[in-house]
């Protein structure tokens, strides 16, 4: 086939078939140069279609546009120009951080800053659903977050529910991207400590000092009750008691009289 081809090429550029021995050497010339240029660019192009994915990648395989296969590691061979390759690394946990203002139930402003980790659990949805899934998952992530805190209240958000918040914000967060397609596993969600916007922090001080001050009060309170209350309780008993042996003297002296 390549003789064919070249035999054609040599007819084209050789100058006019073989009336004559120089026109027919030429000829031949012309059409071994294309048969070795076809050739090369054959292997060439064989060669440009090879390609290693390493253990933790898998590349999803797209023919003509559209979709063919999923790969894994290996040595593979795909046509150039026929085939696109894309790698995506899906062993890595990947992170990354956020932070912003909201409000909670209780109407307090809170800075919330958290980071999600997360990996890719679907490398089709992953490339073919979103078009910038890991852009979608930073909307995603604010969006459960604000949903959340603003139906948690202050004392929840920065202290005693915090641990529930980030696994509420994490059952969120893997609703809104299964919706979506978008191939993603949310692993955790770790929400950092709450802080307050710099512009109130002095008045938020005060108001967690206030609250400091009334545990501390009630806990001596507390504590004093149970100090005074259990002796109370003694003297009573001592009391009813006295009261009794002496109810008891009483009667049996009247029973002798």
Known sequence: ALKDIGDKFGKIFGGGGSDNNGGG???AMGATAIAGIVVIAIVIWGLLGFYQIDAKEKALVLRLGKFHEIVGDGLHWNPP????????????ERQYQTRGQMLTQDENIVELPLTVHYNIKSVKDFVLNVKA????????TDSALRHVVGSSGLDEVVSTGREQLSVDVKERLQTYLDSYGAGIKVVKVNILEA??????????????KARED???????????????????RGRAKRVIEEAKGYQARVVADAEGE
């Open 133 to 140: 899934p890991e852009y979608s998952l930073r909307h995603a």
């Open 25 to 27: 050497r030429g000829g």
């Open 195 to 208: 802080k307050p916007p710099s512009a109130v922090k002095a008045a938020y001080d005060d108001v967690i």
């Open 81 to 92: 120009l026929i085939d696109a390759i894309t790698r995506v690394r899906v062993t890595e």
């Open 214 to 232: 009334r545990e501390r009060v009630i806990n001596e309170a507390q504590a004093y009750a149970n100090g005074i209350v259990p002796e109370a």
